[in-house]
C-alpha cells in the first residue's frame, strides 16, 4: 500500500478532497484503501443484505457500507462494513443519521482485497478493536474463511459449515461460512 502523505492532522486530512479508492488517516499516515475487486464488491453485498434483513425483524442497529470513522485526532478509518447500535448512531437535530461519524463501530468487517495478506488483516483487526470497535469480522475470499476477532480474545477462524454468531452486539444474529461464498458464484443456465 503506497503511502499518500505524512504529517498532516487530522483536521488537515479531513479538509482534503474525496478521493477514489478512499483515503485513510493514521496517525499523521495517509494511504489508499485497496479498490475493491468482484469478489470484494459481491461479499460486501452479500454481508449487507444479511444485516439489513436481520435488522428487518431486529430493529437495533443500522449497518453502513464504506462509512468514513473519524476517532479522536489519531484516525480516520473506512470499513467496508460498519454497524452500529441504534443508540450509538449519530443523528442531526431532525433525527437523520449525521453526516460525521465521531465514534466507532460496533461491528466492523473487512474483506480482503487482492494483495492484502493475513497479518495486514490481523492488524487492522487489532486496530479497529484498539480503537473502541466491539468485533472485527476478517472475510478472507481466496482462503474461503472468516476471522473474528473480539478485544482481549484470540482471533478465532470459522470456514465451511461454521456459523458466525454476532449475538453479543446483535442477539440472533448469525450466517454459515458456506452460505456466505456460495453467495459469490455465478450459476448460468
Not at 22 to 28: C, F, H, I, K, S
Not at 110 to 122: D, H, K, N, Y
Not at 134 to 143: D, K, L, S, T
Not at 145 to 150: F, M, S, Y
Amino acid at each position: 500500500m503506497a503511502i499518500v502523505q505524512t504529517g498532516l492532522t487530522l483536521e488537515e486530512f479531513l479538509k482534503l478532497p474525496d478521493d477514489k479508492p478512499a483515503l485513510e488517516y493514521l496517525d499523521g499516515v495517509v494511504t489508499p484503501k485497496m479498490s475493491p475487486k468482484g469478489l470484494h464488491g459481491g461479499l460486501q453485498a452479500e454481508l449487507a443484505y444479511l444485516f439489513t434483513a436481520y435488522l428487518g425483524v431486529h430493529p437495533n442497529a443500522r449497518v453502513f457500507t464504506e462509512l468514513r470513522s473519524n476517532w479522536t485526532d489519531q484516525a480516520s478509518l473506512v470499513p467496508d462494513l460498519s454497524v452500529y447500535l441504534l443508540e450509538r448512531v449519530p443523528t442531526k437535530p431532525n433525527g437523520e443519521v449525521a453526516d460525521d461519524f465521531w465514534e466507532p463501530p460496533d461491528i466492523a468487517v473487512e474483506i480482503a482485497s487482492p494483495g492484502q495478506f493475513v497479518r495486514m488483516l490481523t492488524e487492522r483487526a487489532q486496530l479497529l478493536l484498539e480503537h473502541g470497535v466491539r468485533i472485527a469480522v476478517i472475510v478472507e475470499p481466496r482462503q474461503r474463511r472468516v476471522r473474528v476477532a473480539h478485544a482481549d480474545q484470540q482471533i478465532v477462524t470459522y470456514q465451511g459449515d461454521d456459523a458466525i454468531d454476532l449475538s453479543d452486539v446483535l442477539p440472533g444474529f448469525s450466517f454459515v461460512v458456506r452460505d456466505l461464498f456460495a453467495s459469490i458464484e455465478v450459476r448460468r443456465r
